[in-house]
């Protein structure tokens, strides 16, 4: 957009458009880009995207066109509490991948996501290093791509269905 500011659309499965607006202009790679590629490579259906496409809105997003399920907003509250713990650990993740793009982390990559899921994770570390390897990577192209857009363009990309982040039950 003009003026530095970004913006994310999201046309979700249910037929909602949403806005969701950035403005982390202290970056080459906009943080939203870094999450959903980060997310989607290392197959984190319950972090940011994921949430977002099983029904979650965060305070940043609005409804563009669609309209929403009766009970949007308490089904939004239940997918971000019951997956807290997963969206704190695409954070990280995604900030990690993100600081290795950008050039500002001197740790290896993989060091540094085995050091920090330590932190926010009890559970093995999962991922190898050709795993993150392949998301850095993955994030750099399209951060070469991003930088080439003028305003008014766009970079699209496909979020898998397989990534969406479970539905807790229904509230009694």
């Not at 990280?92 to 050039?103: A, K, N, Q, R, T």
Request: proline share 5%; aromatic share 6%.
């Amino acid at each position: 957009m003009d003026g530095g500011r970004r913006r994310v659309v999201v046309h979700r499965g249910d037929n909602v458009t949403l806005e969701m607006r950035s403005y982390d202009r202290k970056f080459r790679v906009p943080h939203d880009l870094a999450h959903a590629v980060t997310e989607r490579e290392l197959k984190l259906s319950a972090g940011v995207f994921g949430c977002i496409a099983a029904g979650a809105v965060f305070s940043s997003m609005r409804v563009l066109t669609g309209s929403p399920r009766h009970d949007a907003a308490t089904r939004s509250v239940d997918i971000l509490k019951a997956n807290t713990r997963s969206i704190s650990v695409a954070e990280v993740l995604s900030g990690i991948v993100h600081d290795s793009v950008e050039g500002t982390s001197t740790a290896p990559l993989f060091a540094k996501a085995q050091e920090a899921w330590g932190i926010v994770e009890e559970r093995p570390f999962p991922y190898t290093q050709a795993t993150l390897t392949t998301a850095a990577h993955t994030l750099n192209t399209l951060a070469e791509r991003w930088s080439s857009l003028t305003p008014g363009e766009e970079l699209e990309l496909t979020w898998p269905q397989a990534l969406t982040a479970s539905i807790p039950t229904a509230r009694r």
